[in-house]
């Protein structure tokens, strides 16, 4: 008969454990909204011709300089107000007092320049940039839609010179109410644009009526109604 030329020979196995590596979770991401112009290189694509964005204008909507404070501040927390409304956790609105881990966050202020509560200063944002106008006819351009939010310092644009111009005549002529339409509007458009930068699409699907829907997402955007 046939002698295979391999033995089994005896040996011992060790097994070692080390202890587990500590989960790290990631940082929120982090969204400054900038009204104070800034630079979008990235609307070149469009043919635009602009790439340094003027700062926001109060007076394109027909409303007095004292009120730029009060309807920039009313944007940002009205932006924030509508990411809580979809369940996530945002920052300083319903964190419960930071208790809860931040999924998103928004800030007026550089962060390279602002330290956050750790005293730490964050690299990686993303920006939605509010005036100036356009040349495509659109109220605002994001750089693209980012699915599963993989980049993570993506822009976007607002053009409120030209959302001023368009929407002139839909404004109240009663200036209370015009600052809060104001807010409500160009809240709308940038949380819109952000959700671009986040990942979101344009809502298309099958039976989807626009002129009834309140989502942010809704096509143009650019409603003075509450999302």
Not at 127 to 138: K, L, S
Not at 165 to 180: I, K, W, Y
Request: negative net charge; glycine residues 10%; hydrophobic residues 35%.
């Amino acid at each position: 008969g046939h002698t295979s030329a391999f033995q089994s020979l005896p040996y011992d196995l060790i097994i070692t454990t080390t202890a587990p590596e500590a989960f790290v979770e990631p940082p929120s991401q982090l969204i400054w909204l900038i009204f104070e112009g800034g630079e979008a290189s990235y609307l070149d694509q469009f043919q635009n011709h602009y790439a340094n964005v003027a700062r926001f204008e109060i007076g394109d909507f027909n409303l007095p300089s004292y009120e730029r404070g009060p309807v920039i501040d009313g944007i940002i927390e009205e932006i924030g107000n509508i990411y809580a409304d979809t369940g996530l956790i945002v920052k300083g609105v319903n964190d419960n007092d930071g208790e809860l881990k931040a999924e998103i966050e928004f800030t007026p202020t550089d962060p390279k320049k602002d330290p956050d509560n750790d005293g730490l200063y964050r690299s990686t944002y993303s920006r939605v940039v509010f005036g100036g106008t356009n040349t495509t006819g659109a109220y605002g351009l994001a750089q693209r839609v980012d699915r599963f939010n993989l980049h993570r310092q993506d822009d976007a644009v607002v053009a409120t010179t030209f959302i001023g111009n368009d929407f002139e005549t839909a404004l109240s002529d009663d200036p209370v109410t015009r600052v809060d339409e104001v807010i409500q509007l160009l809240a709308n458009i940038g949380a819109h644009e952000a959700g671009h930068i986040l990942g979101l699409e344009h809502c298309l699907e099958e039976g989807f009526d626009e002129s009834t829907s309140s989502s942010i997402m809704t096509p143009g955007g650019g409603t003075l109604e509450s999302s």
